[in-house]
């Protein structure tokens, strides 16, 4: 018979004769089921949050894109058109042309960059779901599509053809710029605004869209060279295999194949230091709520000395008279930290059905239930509690059992 769990089972759910130790006992029980709790809502809402901070990668970002290991372009012949053509995995492409700018409207200056894409760049992003106001530019046509903030920066509207915008790009070469080489030293484009684009608040004041030749023409480059390319790969596709396939179709220039989380590495791995704070600031509380059980171990152990005794009398060994209090202590942490998680799951579940926090009066609080949250609150949790309750049961002592 296992009696050390049946007595440890018997100890917990028991009141003691002394009001006092069931006072910190059930503070030590509430404070297991707060802290996990606590940590699972926060691990909910950081997940909800990140999501929703990286929802505009779905609708911005290709699945993959070939930019130059070094310099600012790559070389894009016929061949490789064709190449990529018969590329298994593969449902559109898209070449771009990309540079820095220099904006200029009715005396206000911006700094962003211009993006040239092909006809082929809307089968590649779905610019629907990015365009805020009025439509996409025409191909062929003196036309941009900017972001919002750009807009508000340049107080600029849409379709003014009594003052155009005015895109300035340094030529190619040397030497300092003056007032008597300063016409030659930019080529300028005059262009219509055709709509609005709203993704976050960094890319809205980042990019100008246009046609891709007037891109290539502003910037003065050769036909068979290209910025970027980006792909939209078939559901089924191996991404593996297609950036192996990309790599010998281009092989000879040196070139990177970045996926949606490669492009924007820099936010992912922003967000997930974020994560990992978040989930150490709050173990550590759970580690001072868990203090808690080890106080009312040892309490419970100076209370049970009578019992202790009889039992080590009766042929208890010291390890099964610690083991009791060990396995109590682990008992009431697992369960505590499971009756939290529950309750997380429920206040989780209530705010993605019912929202009750609201970062603005339309925009409730992001949060999303996973899986992966359930299992590392309860296994920090579990091991917490049974590193806790070592340290507790550690203090029966031969002593005490004189």
Avoid: C
């Amino acid at each position: 018979m296992n009696y050390p769990l049946y007595i440890a089972k018997h100890y917990l759910f028991s009141k003691s004769s002394n009001n006092a130790i069931n006072v910190i006992t059930v503070i030590a029980a509430i404070g297991v089921v707060v802290g996990s709790m606590s940590l699972f809502i926060v691990l909910s809402a950081f997940s909800g949050l990140k999501d929703f901070s990286l929802q505009f990668t779905n609708v911005f970002d290709s699945d993959l894109k070939i930019v130059p290991t070094s310099g600012k372009t790559l070389r894009f012949t016929d061949a490789i058109s064709d190449k990529l053509e018969k590329t298994p995995g593969i449902e559109a492409y898209s070449k771009i042309i990309e540079e820095r700018a220099f904006l200029q409207y009715k005396g206000k200056n911006h700094i962003a960059y211009i993006k040239g894409v092909d006809s082929n760049y809307v089968n590649v992003i779905p610019v629907d779901s990015i365009l805020f106001l009025s439509n996409w530019f025409e191909p062929g046509r003196n036309e941009v599509v900017i972001g919002t903030n750009t807009s508000l920066k340049l107080s600029i509207g849409i379709n003014d053809y009594t003052s155009l915008l005015e895109i300035y790009v340094p030529t190619p070469g040397t030497g300092q710029i003056t007032e008597l080489n300063i016409d030659k030293a930019f080529n300028r484009e005059r262009v219509v605004v055709a709509g609005f684009y709203e993704v976050n608040e960094d890319v809205n004041s980042k990019y100008v869209f246009s046609d891709f030749e007037l891109a290539r023409s502003l910037l003065g480059l050769d036909e068979d060279v290209v910025s970027s390319l980006e792909f939209k790969l078939i559901p089924a596709a191996n991404e593996e295999d297609v950036k192996e396939t990309l790599k010998e179709i281009f092989q000879g220039q040196e070139i990177q194949i970045k996926n949606r989380i490669q492009q924007n590495d820099a936010l992912y791995k922003m967000l997930n230091t974020e994560n990992i704070a978040v989930y150490l600031i709050f173990t550590l509380v759970l580690i001072i709520a868990l203090f808690n059980v080890i106080g009312s171990i040892i309490m419970m152990i100076l209370d049970k000395r009578k019992n202790i005794k009889t039992l080590y009398n009766l042929g208890a060994t010291l390890q099964n008279v610690r083991k009791i209090f060990f396995l109590q202590g682990t008992l009431m942490t697992t369960l505590g930290g499971i009756l939290g998680i529950l309750l997380g799951v429920l206040i989780v579940w209530i705010q993605l059905k019912l929202p009750f926090v609201y970062i603005t009066s339309s925009l409730p609080y992001p949060v999303k239930l996973k899986l992966i949250n359930v299992l590392v609150v309860f296994a920090t949790i579990s091991l917490l509690g049974v590193i806790a309750s070592r340290i507790a049961s550690s203090r029966v002592k031969e002593s005490l059992l004189d």
